[in-house]
């Protein structure tokens, strides 16, 4: 029997026998400080959409279960509340779940937007209808929303019509692209289901050209995950800075402030803190006459 919570506690593997019945008492030691930093998957399907059978009680327990703080749901056109099934599951005190949703278009990519609020009675509980809108009329909508969302640029360049920066020619030279471009987004998910070297030569290239064009784009990593039997949920995952590790004391615009801040960490097993000279932290710029930082 094995026990885990995440990569942040230690695994214990325990031998038990078939046909018997064994307890196994787990205490896992907590081996990964990430104090101050809440950790969140931003890209995770349920059996609201069309191409996952999870219900929301599997997902928000499997979540839970690999130590992510902020569970949230990023369904195919619908907006589903986590948070209900949070509470139903008696887990409030430890998390708080985002709504969000993922906006799929046909024909120029696919797009996580967070956070945000069901209307009830409007088809799929609000969600964005992006049919017959160019980017930047659906970005435009988005943004004008009361919640404020943020919009991530899921698998930018994705083979299939998922990939945005595929379908809109970006150039990492200019930073422009085709007639239908708009970089009127606000985050890219540079790691989906994979890691920094599998990505190297594309959505991580995309990220550090937008960076040397002087645009300070924060980066998520999230699983995508649709089936939990399949995949594991929360690898790699986007770790927030609040200064507090009070995961049910969060609200949607917490999270919103904290992603642009840049204090934003990617991790897939190994967290990494950065500090300047004079104690700046991810997201801040650091000044400085020496030749070395």
């Avoid at 018997?20 to 399907?45: E, I, K, P, Q």
């Avoid at 009361?146 to 945005?164: D, F, M, Q, T, W």
């Avoid at 540079?190 to 594309?202: I, Y």
Wanted: hydrophobic residues 35%; glycine residues 10%; proline residues 6%.
């Amino acid at each position: 029997a094995v026990v885990s919570r995440g990569y942040e506690y230690e695994i214990l593997d325990a031998p038990v026998t078939a046909g018997a019945t064994t307890t196994v008492a787990a205490s896992l030691a907590r081996s990964v400080d990430t104090t101050g930093y809440l950790c969140g998957d931003f890209h995770v399907h349920t059996h609201y959409s069309v191409d996952s059978g999870d219900p929301p009680e599997l997902k928000i327990s499997g979540l839970v279960a690999e130590g992510i703080e902020l569970p949230l749901f990023s369904d195919h056109e619908w907006i589903a509340n986590p948070q209900t099934t949070v509470v139903a599951l008696g887990l409030d005190d430890q998390v708080t779940g985002l709504i969000s949703s993922e906006l799929t278009t046909f024909e120029y990519g696919h797009f996580g937007l967070v956070p945000l609020e069901p209307i009830a009675g409007a088809p799929n509980e609000g969600a964005v209808d992006w049919t017959f809108k160019s980017p930047q009329e659906v970005f435009d909508e988005v943004h004008d929303r009361p919640e404020a969302p943020l919009i991530i640029v899921n698998h930018p360049r994705s083979p299939s019509i998922g990939g945005y920066f595929n379908a809109a020619k970006l150039d990492r030279e200019t930073g422009e692209g085709n007639e239908i471009w708009s970089d009127d987004f606000d985050l890219i998910e540079v790691f989906n289901g994979s890691n920094f070297n599998a990505n190297r030569d594309d959505s991580v290239a995309d990220w550090f050209a937008f960076l040397e064009l002087g645009r300070d784009m924060v980066a998520v990593g999230s699983s995508d995950n649709h089936y939990l039997r399949k995949g594991p949920v929360g690898y790699p995952r986007t770790c927030l800075y609040f200064g507090h590790d009070d995961a049910g004391n969060v609200t949607p615009a917490d999270v919103r402030t904290a992603f642009l801040s840049g204090n934003v960490t990617i991790s897939g097993g190994i967290f990494v803190e950065v500090e300047g000279p004079n104690g700046q932290v991810m997201g801040e710029t650091v000044t400085t006459s020496d030749a070395t930082v």
